[in-house]
């Protein structure tokens, strides 16, 4: 049967796997209208999964096919490729979903421009998003003439920023796997240990508790590779006295709650203690900031003030926190806010943020410690259950 049949025939699952409850999915979608009615837009063209999933509850994990939605005043309209015509089904309760075939991307464009039709040219995307193809935006400025297609990238993400109930529970939940993750991937490090191993004993013990497949993949890595950002296990042994970073989360319904331990194969070195220590001290000043009414940029600032005494020896990113919330692969960063200079936002209550603090020694070691907090009415609190110690194998 060709993908038509096999939606009509998938009726009766119709949003079978969708996590939201109805009134969740409503009241997004009445904030996300509100917000492009302000804007003076009329349809809001969304390519990113975490931006469609957050909207209609739409599940893969085949992430790099085109998907769209398209919302306006009345309508909601889902467009899949032929082989996601199941996903689209089980987990949304879509009336409107328009299949094209995977493998011919220039079916892509007639449909959409359908669906777009009477929206009187004021259509918000999203430029800065990796899903939305230059291809795609093209196509459809040659088709719609006199149509205006507007930057709206800061739309969504300030709809999203502020996590509802249902979205602090799967975060919660998130953070409990997380930690049953990392706490697996501690005992198993050790010297002469490989820290492949470590991984695999982490990422076991995240999918038996119940994880979902993750954003981002357990990142493992040791000695002198700690101190360069963003590499990941590559089968490479653990020395006697080496840091062992460890950055786990858990997907639980694709929401994730991350988290960053070191633990040293051996005795801790003065130095290494003198850092890790730094890193304690700025997760201190960051929960003393983070408080509603406070803007991100304040916060940053009272962190770079317990950061000073390493600031021109170690290496750090830029960004005390990122907002995290229901992602798919490559990241779990949602993007939505981030706690830097600059940044004038202020903390709500719900907001939610991964306090990402990891101090690295150019060629030497990084050392990293960080949890995932809630905004609260009252402050910071964390969500993850760091032990926050410079933990030692002997």
């Not at 005043?73 to 995977?102: F, H, K, M, N």
């Not at 009414?293 to 390493?310: I, M, R």
């Not at 005390?320 to 706690?339: K, L, N, R």
Request: proline content about 5%.
């Amino acid at each position: 049967m060709d993908f038509d049949s096999y939606r009509e025939r998938l009726t009766g699952l119709a949003g079978s796997e969708c996590v939201f409850s109805e009134d969740e999915l409503q009241r997004r979608r009445q904030l996300t209208r509100q917000r492009m009615n302000e804007a003076g837009l009329t349809a809001l063209l969304l390519t990113s999964p975490a931006d469609i999933y957050y909207l209609t509850g739409y599940s893969t994990f085949e992430v790099s096919v085109h998907t769209a939605l398209m919302l306006t005043e009345d309508r909601l309209t889902l467009q899949v490729p032929s082989i996601e015509t199941g996903p689209a089904v089980a987990c949304t309760r879509i009336d409107d979903i328009r299949s094209y075939r995977w493998e011919n991307i220039d079916e892509v464009l007639d449909p959409l421009m359908d669906a777009l039709t009477g929206c009187h040219g004021r259509i918000g995307i999203d430029p800065w998003q990796g899903g939305m193809r230059h291809g795609l935006v093209q196509g459809l400025k040659e088709r719609m003439v006199g149509c205006e297609f507007l930057n709206a990238g800061d739309l969504l993400p300030g709809v999203k920023i502020v996590k509802s109930a249902e979205e602090l529970d799967c975060l919660a939940e998130s953070a409990r796997l997380t930690g049953v993750g990392i706490e697996a991937a501690a005992d198993a490090v050790g010297s002469g240990v490989l820290d492949s191993e470590v991984a695999a004993e982490g990422a076991r013990a995240l999918h038996a508790a119940g994880s979902e497949f993750m954003s981002m993949q357990p990142i493992v890595t040791s000695g002198s590779r700690s101190s360069v950002i963003h590499l990941n296990h590559k089968r490479c042994r653990i020395n006697e006295g080496d840091p062992v970073f460890l950055e786990f989360g858990a997907a639980w319904q694709r929401y994730t709650a991350p988290m960053m331990r070191t633990l040293v194969a051996g005795r801790p070195s003065s130095q290494m203690i003198h850092v890790f220590d730094t890193c304690r001290r700025i997760y201190d000043a960051l929960i003393g900031a983070i408080r509603p009414g406070e803007s991100f940029d304040s916060a940053a600032q009272a962190a770079e003030k317990a950061l000073a005494p390493l600031q021109e020896h170690a290496f750090f990113s830029g960004v005390f926190g990122y907002t995290v919330g229901a992602q798919f692969p490559p990241s779990w960063v949602e993007g939505s806010g981030f706690i830097a200079r600059g940044h004038g936002k202020v903390f709500e209550p719900g907001m939610v943020f991964h306090l990402p603090l990891c101090l690295r020694l150019p060629g030497q070691w990084g050392i990293g410690c960080s949890d995932t907090v809630c905004v609260t009415e009252d402050g910071a609190v964390p969500l993850t259950d760091n032990p926050w110690a410079l933990a030692s194998t002997q």
